[in-house]
């Protein structure tokens, strides 16, 4: 059985959908490139999957659009940008659909996308605000006419060619049309040019451009090109332009994809799903718990447990990019599944989820339904809650995104507060989250300790730890460690200490090294002497400041790198901007007074070298040697 990419296009969102246990759509626009370019060399994509449920119940499913425009970024968008392009899937409200499609979805949807859609995608590089109109493109897909395999010119490409160009939308400039790529001549034309689409969802006016009415088309781009040839090579590139056209009308548009259906009741459809696509290595496992939770939690018997995981996990995932923009980009459905499954007890691994039944499964909505430690009411406060709770410890403890370079963590911390329901965000357990972090990134160079495996392990070790009765309830970081009998020996810290450095600008955010967060992370007595101070108020200040870097190898005689850990210390902010700034080591260190002065020398590990210009690079040597010596001692076993 087959059936012709044109007839889906025709369908899709009108008579074929998705079903709800399907997973997102994840496909980036590369993937979808290659699509296309398989497509017209006639390679193999795979078949297609229906499930055809015109006589069923409509409440016996949940079903989806796909996705036409697509928002093809991990940042968050500007409204504007929303009121056109869809993060995700939504569900249908007004169609009976007669086909949902359980495998195939990203060959479709990409199909869809690259034919009668496009996607938006950010460019505004980093550090630049997401929520900015002006950093943000749409994007068509499209074919360079002038590229065909079968004709070698040197002034043109020579082979397909199929890339997502800007179509000037929003703060894009146009990329279409007539380009020169050194002297390879180039005319790129959106691929639904070639199809007329009719009006979006109108099952029957769909047709694939032929004959005159792509000839047109052709002569068009072809003709409007403003690039300087002769008539013969007018001629020959147009001849170049109908090649690809007739190709992508044939090859793509008319494509006969293989397909096979079933009529099985939607109590069978979770394991025909699970096994069709558990035999390749897609989809990822978090997408298939998730599809699992799909089918099985909307249809619960009673209504106040009936829970749509997908649209509710998508409502927290906006909720906690704009609440916690620090890590955007990392906040996705793996991180909201990933902790659901700690809270039972198991990970996201493909072993662990053939064996998740229906009491499995009940027991995790037990989890997000439970509610007693929160008066708000809200529907699923507790998980929402705990779950925060570990956001705001790390970030408040000055940890970005580019050192946290697992999020597995966060879901760790999620279970530590939820499962005691007292602790609070306070000092000490910013400050134990912070340690755990500093001596797991240690670790993690050279033993990859930040791990799914080994946070696995931890997670099963913080849903059987109890606090001691009667005091405060702080993050276990150092018994969790023990717990994996993991420690550093003394060519670990002694690696890790010579490579760090700290290229960013001192100032907030405080952590954003991997190994200066490590090693000042350990010498945890510059940052927990103080009762008024929290670890997220101190920043990285660099003892001689590199404002005075050419003074200081001047006063030398050969150039000093400022930026090793030998010259890297911790103060709070409101001493290292208004006190310190950049004033010599030895100047501020006598205005501050002797004992003071004395604290913050010997809480940082200072070497007995006066801070002296002349001195810098005796003492940034012998400090990293104390530095060392110092984490020897203190974790070494």
């Not at 940008?81 to 499609?101: F, G, H, R, W």
């Not at 943000?136 to 074919?143: A, K, N």
């Amino acid at each position: 059985m087959s059936r012709q990419v044109s007839d889906y296009l025709s369908e899709i969102n009108d008579h074929i959908f998705l079903p709800g246990l399907q997973r997102e759509f994840v496909w980036n626009p590369r993937q979808i490139e290659e699509l296309f370019d398989s497509l017209i060399r006639d390679y193999p994509i795979g078949a297609i999957t229906e499930w055809r449920v015109r006589a069923a119940n409509i409440s016996d499913y949940n079903s989806y659009n796909f996705l036409r425009m697509y928002v093809a970024d991990d940042y968050r968008p500007p409204d504007p940008v929303l009121a056109e392009y869809d993060l995700y899937n939504q569900e249908v409200e007004d169609k009976e659909p007669e086909i949902l499609i359980i495998d195939g979805q990203q060959r479709l949807n990409s199909l869809y996308i690259g034919v009668e859609g496009g996607i938006t995608v950010y460019n505004g590089g980093r550090g630049k605000p997401s929520d900015e109109l002006q950093y943000w493109e749409g994007q068509r897909l499209c074919v360079d006419l002038f590229g065909h395999p079968e004709y070698d010119r040197d002034d043109t490409a020579g082979d397909y060619e199929f890339e997502f160009k800007s179509t000037g939308k929003f703060g894009g400039t146009d990329e279409t049309g007539y380009t020169m790529t050194g002297d390879t001549r180039h005319l790129w034309m959106p691929v639904g040019e070639l199809w007329n689409g009719g009006d979006e969802g109108s099952s029957g006016n769909s047709t694939v451009l032929e004959g005159r009415s792509l000839s047109e088309v052709v002569d068009e781009y072809a003709d409007t090109a403003e690039l300087r040839a002769d008539n013969e090579t007018r001629y020959q590139l147009r001849n170049i332009s109908m090649a690809v056209a007739r190709d992508i009308t044939s090859n793509v548009l008319q494509d006969d994809l293989e397909t096979d259906s079933t009529n099985k009741d939607r109590s069978e459809i979770p394991e025909i799903f699970t096994r069709l696509n558990m035999e390749g290595s897609d989809p990822k496992p978090y997408q298939l718990l998730l599809s699992k939770l799909m089918s099985y939690w909307p249809y619960a018997e009673e209504e106040d447990e009936r829970i749509n995981p997908r649209e509710v996990i998508q409502d927290w995932i906006d909720e906690f990019k704009q609440k916690f923009p620090e890590y955007e980009q990392e906040i996705d459905r793996k991180l909201f599944l990933r902790y659901t499954a700690y809270l039972v007890g198991t990970d996201l691994l493909r072993s662990n989820l053939s064996s998740i039944d229906e009491e499995r499964m009940d027991e995790m909505r037990e989890r997000w339904l439970y509610n007693e430690p929160v008066v708000a009411g809200r529907r699923f406060e507790w998980f929402r809650t705990s779950l925060e709770k570990a956001f705001q410890t790390v970030i408040e403890s000055g940890i970005r995104s580019s050192v946290m370079n697992t999020m597995p963590i966060f879901a760790l911390l999620g279970v530590f507060y939820y499962q005691n329901p007292d602790a609070e965000v306070s000092d000490a357990n910013r400050e134990s989250v912070f340690q755990f972090v500093a001596r797991a990134l240690l670790l993690n160079k050279y033993y990859q300790v930040l791990t799914y495996g080994k946070c696995r392990n931890w997670m099963r070790y913080l849903r059987e730890w109890e606090p001691e009765p009667n005091e405060p309830i702080v993050f276990p970081g150092e018994e969790l460690f023990e717990s994996e009998n993991i420690s550093p020996s003394a060519e670990d810290i002694r690696r890790v200490v010579a490579n760090a450095r700290y290229e960013s600008s001192p100032g907030e955010p405080v952590f954003t090294d991997t190994d200066v967060t490590a090693v000042l992370g350990l010498i945890e007595e510059s940052y927990t002497q103080s009762t008024s101070t929290s670890i997220g108020d101190y920043s990285v200040d660099h003892i001689y400041p590199k404002s005075r870097a050419e003074s200081v190898s001047e006063s030398i005689g050969e150039t000093v790198d400022l930026n090793r850990i030998g010259n890297l210390q911790l103060l709070p902010h409101e001493m290292n901007e208004e006190i310190k700034s950049d004033q010599w080591p030895h100047g501020w260190l006598d205005d501050l007074g002797n004992a003071e002065s004395e604290r913050i020398q010997r809480v940082n590990q200072y070497p007995d070298i006066e801070p002296t210009p002349e001195n810098a690079q005796a003492f940034i040597q012998a400090r990293e040697e104390r530095i060392t010596d110092y984490l020897i001692d203190k974790y070494v076993k």
